[in-house]
T-cell receptor, first 112, second 114 residues
Framework: QKEVEQNSGPLSVPEGAIASLNCTYS??????FFWYRQYSGKSPELIMF????GDKEDGRFTAQLNKASQYVSLLIRDSQPSDSATYLC????????????FGTGTRLTIIP | GAGVSQTPSNKVTEKGKYVELRCDPI?????LYWYRQSLGQGPEFLIY????????DSGLPNDRFFAVRPEGSVSTLKIQRTERGDSAVYLC????????????FGPGTRLTVL
């Protein structure tokens, strides 16, 4: 079982709709969770981080964390063509070691 | 301020050669990380530094890979006797550490071993 799992997609969403991206992790002791966006040929760009159970909102983006179920999700409201990218979920397992463990990413395409 | 910078942006080398990849972190960030990303995969951890010391080098694939950060700022990833399987994008990230541990990535170095 991979430590961080994501559906590789591609996920196609009409412009203006809500895109929902999901991620599960295997280490129950994981402490902090990150979503990165990666355009083709570019490096990962931080979108959001979340540590506590529940929702965290930042503009059109909402991160949701459920530690009991070991999943974290990212919602993108009012999807725009510029949101088309690969979204990477990353986890820090414990604060004693800050390395990120990434999923393989979900490729999102927003259809105009 | 300036973000993480990496040089070179592209490196083409021949099998068996030695290469050095450089990373200049965000000013004031004490933690520095190296990852490697192959096509269609997420970044894979290699090593991270807290200050000058390697806090975790468990991701280095073998002893051909080595990294240093002698003054706690710039880091160099060194690969000896390169192999075709080393071809990938090498990403560097830096972080201020607590409380957020958020890592910011540089543009990467694309290494191609012929």
């Amino acid at each position: 079982q991979k430590e961080v799992e994501q559906n590789s997609g591609p996920l196609s969403v009409p412009e203006g709709a809500i895109a929902s991206l999901n991620c599960t992790y295997s280490d129950r002791g994981s402490q902090s969770f990150f979503w990165y966006r990666q355009y083709s040929g570019k490096s990962p760009e931080l979108i959001m981080f979340i540590y506590s159970n529940g929702d965290k909102e930042d503009g059109r983006f909402t991160a949701q964390l459920n530690k009991a179920s070991q999943y974290v999700s990212l919602l993108i409201r009012d999807s725009q063509p510029s949101d088309s990218a690969t979204y990477l979920c990353a986890v820090i397992s414990n604060f004693g070691n800050e390395k990120l463990t990434f999923g393989t990413g979900t490729r999102l395409t927003i259809i105009p | 301020g300036a973000g993480v910078s990496q040089t070179p942006s592209n490196k083409v080398t021949e099998k068996g050669k030695y290469v050095e990849l450089r990373c200049d972190p965000i000013s004031g960030h004490t933690a520095l990380y190296w990852y490697r990303q192959s096509l269609g995969q997420g970044p894979e951890f290699l090593i991270y530094f807290q200050g000058t010391g390697a806090a975790d080098d468990s991701g280095l694939p073998n002893d051909r890979f080595f990294a240093v950060r002698p003054e706690g700022s710039v880091s160099t990833l060194k690969i000896q006797r390169t192999e075709r399987g080393d071809s990938a994008v090498y990403l560097c990230a830096s972080s201020r550490g607590a409380p957020t541990y958020t890592q910011y990535f540089g543009p990467g170095t694309r290494l191609t071993v012929l």
